[in-house]
């Protein structure tokens, strides 16, 4: 190989290397982006959802209430930054939901609290790709990266997965309320009766939300909804 195209050689070598180093540099400040970035909207949305949790429109007898649509900007997290940062967001919220809780047991409050309200993390796993996130930093402009069905099946497995919480709990630490009913039976009627009411709720601001994004068009002479 001739010298000159040994210099060639290192000079397409030097090249590649300083673009790797550049790239490298980007993905770097794109990822300390995203952290401060979830770090603000993650805590905002944790004391919205906090605030609206203390509002209570309807409160069942041995705990349980509705309230307007606490739950949705916590998933609005979840669904923007997906379900690594989700879990965390959602556990710092779990942990704000002791504050005046009923503690009967260690187990229960599991189940009540940290479990019911960690779980709905999981609605981070409908987020769109981690690389398409980085693209943008505009919360509103991710979730609209995402079908409208994938945002309602991940909401309604939250509420799922958190109702399946407080069914145990109620079948394990509340079983005496149900007298001669089944517990388990009484558990499921008595936790969804309120968390019905609220995914109702949740299910009508969302669709307003998704309405003004163009996430979801209403055809209003067919009253039809379409993506």
Known sequence: MSRKDLLSQAEENQAKAEQELELKKTADKNQRREMILAIATGGVCIALSF??????LFEMPQGGSVTPASMLPILFFCLCFGAKKGFVATFCYSL???IGGYFMHPVQVLLDYTIAFTVLGV????????E???KTANPLRRLKMIPFWRIGAGVFLAFILRLICHV???VVF?????GDQNPWIYSIVYNGTFLLVEAAITALIL???SVALGLLKINISSGSAKK
């Open 51 to 56: 605030v609206l949790s203390q509002i209570k």
């Open 96 to 98: 704000l939901q002791l």
């Open 123 to 130: 609605a981070g796993f409908f987020a769109p790709s981690a």
């Open 132 to 134: 398409m996130r980085l």
């Open 168 to 170: 145990l709990s109620g």
């Open 174 to 178: 509340y079983a005496e309320y149900a």
């Open 207 to 209: 669709i307003g939300i």
